[in-house]
């Protein structure tokens, strides 16, 4: 997965994990961690990125492998529990109860707030089905609800129910009997909500989080956002003054559209400082779209659409053709005479193409710099990073690293972390619709394509993308998933149309439920959006002889097919 934190999902507190959570403090020049406990919820993406939206640090937690003796050697300043399908009574949810009797303050959500609710002595019971929206009455004064509303909209979806007790104290309720949130008695640091505070329905999520956060948690640091960008942009005015010039990759993207905004703000919005360069050919069918609605008639941006298939055809498919010989040669050099076919050649070979393309706008546009969106984890997935003896292992070849411009390269983003990222563009302007898009691998198309990339096969991926995110979309499923996908496989399958049959393609799409992308959960999505996706590709995509949808997880799949 593009983009991230740099360790991914804790299981256990050893030295090498401690080590990197220090680099990553310091990284985001904080002294504080939270953990999010991930139990499975479909939300539980939603919950990260509300945490990432405060500014504070949260690292995902296994709640199977973690213990109380593992959170006690990362010290959070506190906990979340997120929702998850598990029921405390009938299937108990893993996780080592002993984390409730540490003293750190814990706000259970759904199912984590039933788990608290059982840990104190107070049952659990099935029944009391809540589902969809509601209004909850705070009743209390508590520290959680400071500055919501007497009564507000919240969102629930369970099935389980907290019975009243004199070891909880009630703070909220969406009726008479209803436990809607809570305190304990007895360890005044363990709070229990049933709703989803991360969802949009509940109105003051926001605020809820803000509260336990910088309230009941009393955190001190936030990312600090404000000042970050400020020191960014000041940094880059410096290299900017007397009228230079920059070239820029543009995606569409939250990273590329941060690095944009900060450029923009070193030189003041001067027409004619910067130039956008957007690269067609394997891209998403709507990421030209949000470029052309945001950037296209922007006085201070120059914006250049390159369409750039046929290079990426000529050297991904390997045609019997002469034009491009300097790529061609190039390619020869990296991967030797064949085409590239595997997963890791078709990215190497991708980079050359990207290369060249920002290379020959910049000398049109008479640029002094190229700038690209690349991120502290590009970096240190492609074996880059901070300097120390030890092995740094490659987990991918990103496209915007180490490329070797004929130009100095600004990246003003390569100290920041995805949300961190995410945070600074939000502090100086970035449409948010462009920050909360799914994340999309920097070599496109060409690695949700098994084999050799063929012109008619680029053109199958990107007509099932289209459909697919479409009706993700109609749905309302969109933002619930966390990244969705469409593979073109190497296999055929007899198909059968009218009175005619024949062979063709396996298409396999995918989404996940995620938080941070090192681990994820298959989203379970409802069965009449599985009936209109193979309706529709069937029907209207040419040479598909059968659909299917990915049902493992991460581990031990990949969220990306290559």
Not at 105 to 121: E, S
Not at 336 to 362: D, F, I, N, S, W
Not at 415 to 423: A, E, H, L, W, Y
Request: aromatic residues 8%; hydrophobic residues 40%; contains cysteine.
């Amino acid at each position: 997965m593009d983009g991230g934190i740099m360790l991914d999902t804790l299981k256990k507190a050893t030295p090498v994990a401690l080590a990197a959570i220090e680099e990553e403090m310091r990284v985001r020049k904080t002294t504080e961690v939270f953990l999010i406990f991930s139990e499975g919820s479909q939300f539980d993406h939603l919950v990260y990125q509300r945490a990432a939206k405060r500014g504070v640090y949260c690292l995902v937690a296994d709640p199977a492998k973690v213990t109380a003796e593992d959170v006690l050697k990362v010290n959070p300043k506190g906990i979340v529990i997120t929702g998850g399908p598990a029921s405390v009574h009938a299937e108990p949810p893993p996780f080592d109860r002993a984390i409730f009797d540490l003293g750190i303050p814990v706000l259970g959500i759904c199912l984590g707030g039933q788990m608290i609710a059982q840990h104190v002595g107070v049952t659990v019971a099935h029944g009391g089905s809540e589902f969809g929206e509601h209004h909850m009455q705070v009743l209390s004064s508590s520290d959680l609800f400071r500055d919501c509303p007497q009564t507000m909209p919240v969102l629930q979806s369970h099935s389980d129910e907290i019975q009243m007790d004199p070891r909880l104290e009630l703070l909220g309720s969406t009726g008479e009997e209803k436990v809607s949130a809570f305190r304990s008695i007895e360890k005044p640091y363990l709070y229990g909500v049933q709703f989803h505070p991360e969802v949009p329905e509940t109105e003051k999520g926001d605020t809820i989080f803000e509260n336990f956060f910088f309230g009941i948690c009393r955190a001190q640091d936030r990312f600090p956002a404000e000042k970050m960008a400020k020191k960014k942009i000041d940094e880059l005015k410096v290299k900017l003054a007397g009228g230079k010039k920059v070239t820029l990759g543009l995606s569409g993207g939250a990273d590329s559209s941060t690095a944009v905004h900060l450029l923009k703000e070193a030189v003041d919005g001067e027409p004619h400082r910067i130039q956008g360069v957007y690269i067609k050919g394997i891209d998403r069918p709507d990421d030209e779209a949000f470029v052309l609605k945001y950037y296209a008639n922007q006085p201070w941006l120059d914006l250049v659409v390159v369409d750039a298939t046929e290079r990426f055809l000529e050297v991904l498919a390997w045609p019997k053709m002469k034009h491009f010989k300097k790529i061609r040669r190039a390619i020869r050099r990296l991967l030797g005479m064949g085409p590239p076919v595997t997963m890791k050649a078709k990215r190497l070979a991708m980079r050359v193409v990207y290369k060249a393309v920002l290379e020959e706008q910049a000398r049109i546009f008479g640029a002094d710099f190229i700038a690209q969106g690349t991120l502290y984890t590009d970096i240190s997935e492609s074996g880059g990073g901070h300097a120390s003896g030890a092995r740094k292992a490659v987990i991918k070849i990103h496209h915007n690293t180490n490329l070797g411009f004929f130009l100095p390269e600004l990246t003003p983003l390569d100290d920041c972390v995805k949300d961190g990222g995410r945070d600074i563009g939000r502090e100086i302007g970035v449409p948010e619709e462009l920050l909360v898009r799914h994340p999309f691998p920097g070599p496109g198309l060409i690695v949700r394509i098994e084999g050799e990339i063929t012109r008619e096969k680029l053109a199958m991926a990107r007509q099932l993308d289209g459909i697919y995110i479409e009706e993700l979309r109609r749905f309302g499923l969109y933002h619930l998933v966390w990244q969705a996908g469409v593979v073109v496989t190497l296999s055929e399958h007899t198909y059968t149309k009218g009175d005619d049959a024949g062979m063709g393609v396996v298409v396999i799409y995918w989404a996940v439920w995620s938080v941070n992308g090192f681990t994820a959960q298959a989203a379970e999505l409802p069965h009449e959006f599985h009936k209109v996706i193979q309706r529709r590709f069937g029907n209207e995509v040419s040479g598909i002889g059968a659909t299917a949808y990915r049902t493992s997880n991460k581990p031990y799949s990949t969220i990306e097919w290559g």
